[in-house]
C-alpha cells in the first residue's frame, strides 16, 4: 500500500497569520496530488497542526510568538479547497512539529492492514512540519520508502524550501518534483 500525508494545510498557514503566497501557489498543486492519490487507491491522511489557549506560555510560543492554529479557530481548520477529502479521511492533531500520533497511526496501518511501500508527504511548511515528519516516518518504518513532493510544498520562505529539501535527501527521502 502506498500512503499520502498531507500535513497541515490550514488556513492559519496559506493566508492566515502565517500564511504566505507560496503556500497559497501550492493549493492547486495539492488539490490534483490528493484527487491522483485517491485514483490510484493511496490511502491518505491529513494531520492538523493544534494549538490551545495557552500557546504563548508554550515552548514553541516563546520562539514563534503569532498564535496559530488554536483548536476551533477559524486558523485551525483545513482550507476549503481540501474540506472534502479530509472529511472522509483520518485527519491527525499534532501539537507539535513531529507527531508521534502519525508515526504509530502509519505503524498501524502497516501491521493491521497492508505493508506500506512508500509514504508521499506534502503540505506546509516544508521546513518544519514536512521534513520533521517524513524524517519521523523513516524512523517508524525504515523499510519503506519516503518520499517528498515539492511541487506540493512551500517552506517559510523559498530558501527555507529549498534548504529542507537538500536536507533530506542524505536522510534517503526522495524528492519528487524538485
Excluded at 497559497?24 to 485514483?39: C, F, L, T
Excluded at 503569532?66 to 479547497?81: A, S
Excluded at 508527504?121 to 516516518?137: H, K, M, P, R, Y
Aim: aromatic share 6%.
Amino acid at each position: 500500500m502506498d500512503v499520502l500525508v498531507v500535513v497541515d494545510m490550514q488556513k492559519d498557514f496559506v493566508d492566515g497569520a502565517l500564511g504566505t503566497k507560496e503556500a497559497v501557489g501550492i493549493v492547486p498543486n495539492v488539490v490534483k496530488r490528493i484527487e491522483a492519490g485517491i485514483a490510484k487507491g493511496e490511502k491518505i491522511l491529513f494531520t492538523r497542526d493544534t494549538h490551545f489557549e495557552n500557546y504563548m506560555e508554550t515552548q514553541e510560543g516563546k520562539n514563534l510568538p503569532v498564535p496559530h492554529c488554536i483548536v476551533e479557530t477559524e486558523g485551525w481548520q483545513i482550507i476549503p479547497e481540501l474540506l472534502p477529502f479530509a472529511e472522509r479521511r483520518e485527519v491527525i492533531n499534532k501539537p507539535t512539529f513531529g507527531s508521534p500520533m502519525l508515526g504509530n497511526a502509519l505503524r498501524r496501518l502497516n501491521e493491521e492492514e497492508e505493508e506500506i511501500k512508500k509514504i508521499t508527504f506534502i503540505g506546509l511548511c516544508t521546513d518544519i512540519c514536512v521534513i520533521s515528519n517524513a524524517l519521523l516516518a523513516k524512523g517508524f518504518l525504515w523499510e519503506s520508502e519516503v518520499a517528498v513532493d515539492a511541487s506540493c510544498c512551500a517552506g517559510v520562505t523559498p530558501e527555507s524550501h529549498k534548504t529542507a529539501l537538500a536536507a533530506m535527501k542524505p536522510c534517503q527521502i526522495t524528492i519528487e518534483n524538485e
